[in-house]
């Protein structure tokens, strides 16, 4: 159809499609937030809220404190492996200077070193002996944090335990909120669709169609991406017996529609080209015959045969001869595009009365 449009007309179409797609731009973000604001009707519950209060609350202070107390140990543990590692370095180094001096005297064989020995020795062992009580705390550490961990291990294991006694009523309550919510979304969106039907199958074509358009996009997007991946699942049944449902419908409807077409096709195929000719439009019968098709039946035509004056389906004429000049011509042409000359819609049968 945009071959027969002027070029302005193309372009204020364009324009128009434009505005058509951020209104529905605009909608879809004003839905989505809508949507997404849906849940915040009903309190989201977890699986604590089925718990026994008396049983959870010992529990959770338990995992609580028991957290908080590895924490402050783990801090502990580290300062300590700090001083076991720095005390450890003094006895490895001092270490290799006693061994080195122990070398050397050995090779000098003085006696005046004698006292300096013990000095040294002594001097090693207290360092050995810092080592060991820094070892020592350090073991006290780990094994304060090891009885926090497993006392927190023992409160999870506690918590894991009331949980799973919850859990099936748990389970059917985050269900059916989620079939509240799926219903709320649905009796937002499913209206719209709705009337976003009604619009195309009246106002598509009115004077304010951009935003006719711009709520039919709003719509199947609000339907089909806010609300179908929200459909409860129930283990997949639910969802793949929707989709069978409306496949069924759509295809159905399309059966019956394409039953219609055609029999519309052949009561306007039985009826005079006269009458088959006022009810087409022009921009129509133009955008048709671009396309190589019949403008009546919509069946393909070699419209490039010059013997080919008249549809060999349906009988409709697609050419004839201009009554100023005679030049073949398109029969749907309001002018001859040799003289100029305006065509009627006669000229057609008068050629045929020839």
Same mark, same amino acid.
């Given at each position: 159809?945009?071959?027969?449009?002027?070029?302005?007309?193309?372009?204020?179409?364009?324009?128009?499609?434009?505005?058509?797609?951020?209104?529905?731009?605009?909608?879809?973000?004003?839905?989505?937030?809508?949507?997404?604001?849906?849940?915040?009707?009903?309190?989201?519950?977890?699986?604590?809220?089925?718990?026994?209060?008396?049983?959870?609350?010992?529990?959770?202070?338990?995992?609580?404190?028991?957290?908080?107390?590895?924490?402050?140990?783990?801090?502990?543990?580290?300062?300590?492996?700090?001083?076991?590692?720095? =005390? +450890?370095? #003094?006895? %490895?180094? @001092?270490?290799?200077?006693? &061994?080195?001096?122990?070398?050397?005297? *050995? /090779?000098? =064989? +003085?006696? #005046?070193? %004698?006292? @300096?020995?013990?000095?040294? &020795?002594?001097?090693?062992?207290?360092? *050995? /002996?810092?080592?060991?009580?820094?070892?020592?705390?350090?073991?006290?550490?780990?094994?304060?944090?090891?009885?926090?961990? *497993? /006392?927190?291990?023992?409160?999870?294991?506690?918590?894991?335990?009331?949980?799973?006694?919850?859990?099936?009523?748990?389970?059917? /309550?985050?269900?059916?909120?989620?079939?509240?919510?799926?219903?709320?979304?649905?009796?937002?969106?499913?209206?719209?669709?709705?009337?976003?039907?009604?619009?195309?199958?009246?106002?598509?074509?009115?004077?304010?169609?951009?935003?006719?358009?711009?709520?039919?996009?709003?719509?199947?997007?609000?339907?089909?991406?806010?609300?179908?991946?929200?459909?409860?699942?129930?283990?997949?049944?639910?969802?793949?017996?929707?989709?069978?449902?409306?496949?069924?419908?759509?295809?159905?409807?399309?059966?019956?529609?394409?039953?219609?077409?055609?029999?519309?096709?052949?009561?306007?195929?039985?009826?005079?080209?006269?009458?088959?000719?006022?009810?087409?439009?022009?921009?129509?019968?133009?955008?048709?015959?671009?396309?190589?098709?019949?403008?009546?039946?919509?069946?393909?035509?070699?419209?490039?045969?010059?013997?080919?004056?008249?549809?060999?389906?349906?009988?409709?004429?697609?050419?004839?001869?201009?009554?100023?000049?005679?030049?073949?011509?398109?029969?749907?042409?309001?002018?001859?595009?040799?003289?100029?000359?305006?065509?009627?819609?006669?000229?057609?049968?008068?050629?045929?009365?020839?």
């Amino acid at each position: 159809m945009s071959k027969s449009l002027r070029l302005s007309e193309k372009w204020f179409r364009r324009g128009l499609w434009a505005v058509a797609v951020v209104f529905a731009w605009f909608l879809i973000g004003l839905g989505a937030t809508v949507v997404g604001d849906l849940p915040q009707v009903e309190k989201v519950q977890t699986i604590e809220d089925f718990i026994d209060p008396a049983a959870l609350q010992p529990v959770q202070n338990a995992i609580r404190d028991s957290e908080a107390k590895a924490r402050e140990l783990g801090d502990v543990l580290e300062q300590l492996q700090l001083q076991h590692s720095a =005390a +450890k370095a #003094d006895t %490895d180094s @001092e270490r290799e200077k006693f &061994t080195a001096w122990i070398a050397t005297r *050995q /090779a000098t =064989a +003085k006696p #005046d070193q %004698d006292q @300096e020995l013990i000095t040294r &020795t002594q001097h090693l062992d207290s360092l *050995q /002996a810092l080592e060991r009580s820094a070892l020592g705390r350090l073991e006290e550490q780990r094994k304060l944090l090891l009885d926090a961990q *497993q /006392a927190n291990q023992r409160a999870q294991f506690r918590l894991t335990e009331l949980q799973q006694g919850v859990q099936d009523e748990f389970n059917h /309550a985050r269900q059916s909120q989620e079939l509240r919510v799926f219903a709320y979304r649905l009796a937002l969106t499913l209206p719209l669709l709705v009337f976003a039907g009604w619009l195309y199958k009246t106002k598509r074509q009115s004077t304010y169609w951009p935003f006719v358009w711009g709520f039919i996009y709003f719509a199947l997007f609000a339907f089909f991406v806010e609300l179908v991946p929200y459909l409860p699942s129930y283990g997949g049944y639910i969802r793949y017996l929707v989709g069978i449902v409306i496949t069924a419908l759509v295809g159905r409807q399309a059966i019956l529609a394409l039953n219609r077409y055609l029999e519309q096709q052949r009561l306007a195929e039985a009826q005079p080209e006269t009458k088959r000719r006022e009810v087409l439009e022009y921009d129509t019968a133009l955008a048709r015959l671009a396309k190589g098709i019949c403008p009546g039946c919509e069946r393909a035509v070699d419209l490039k045969d010059t013997s080919i004056d008249f549809c060999p389906h349906c009988g409709i004429g697609l050419h004839d001869r201009c009554g100023h000049c005679h030049t073949r011509k398109s029969t749907f042409a309001k002018y001859c595009h040799t003289c100029g000359t305006g065509a009627s819609l006669t000229t057609a049968d008068q050629r045929l009365s020839a």
